[in-house]
C-alpha cells in the first residue's frame, strides 16, 4: 500500500524558516515526481512547487526566490525549504505524490495528510 508521510510544518514568526518533509512509501515501480499545495483558510487549494521524475523543478511566483524545492537521495522524500516566510505563507501544505512508469502517469495520485505551517507578523 502506498504511502505518503508529511512533516515539519509548525510555527514561526515573520522571516523565519521551515522545512517540510513528504516521504513515499510502499511503492514498487514507481518513479515518483510530487507536488506542494497549500491551502489557506476561506481560499482555495493553490500550486506552490513541483519537482518531476526527471528532477525539474516549478515554483509559484509568490514563492520564487524563498522556497526551494528537492529530492533526498533515496529520491522517495522530498523537500521544501521555507526561508523568509511571511503571514500570507500561512496555510495547510498537503503534498501529492504522482507516480510515472517510463514517463507513463500511472493513477491514482496519492496525497500526504497535510502539515499545518503558521507564520505571525
Known amino acids: 500500500q502506498v504511502r505518503v508521510t508529511e512533516s515539519g510544518g509548525g510555527a514561526v514568526e515573520d522571516g523565519g524558516s521551515l522545512r517540510l518533509s513528504c516521504e513515499v512509501s510502499?511503492?514498487?515501480?514507481?518513479?515518483?515526481?510530487m507536488t506542494w499545495y497549500r491551502q489557506a483558510p476561506g481560499k482555495d487549494y493553490e500550486f506552490v512547487s513541483g519537482?518531476?521524475?526527471?528532477?525539474?523543478?516549478s515554483y509559484a511566483d509568490s514563492v520564487k526566490g524563498r522556497f526551494t524545492i528537492s529530492r533526498g537521495e533515496d529520491k522517495n522524500t522530498v523537500y521544501l525549504q521555507m526561508n523568509n516566510l511571511k503571514p500570507a505563507d500561512t496555510a495547510m501544505y498537503a503534498c501529492k505524490a504522482v507516480c510515472y512508469n517510463h514517463g507513463d502517469r500511472v493513477p491514482p495520485d496519492q496525497w500526504g495528510q497535510g502539515s499545518q505551517v503558521t507564520v505571525s507578523s
Open positions: 519537482i518531476d521524475d526527471d528532477g525539474r523543478t
Open positions: 510502499g511503492h514498487k515501480y514507481c518513479d515518483y515526481g
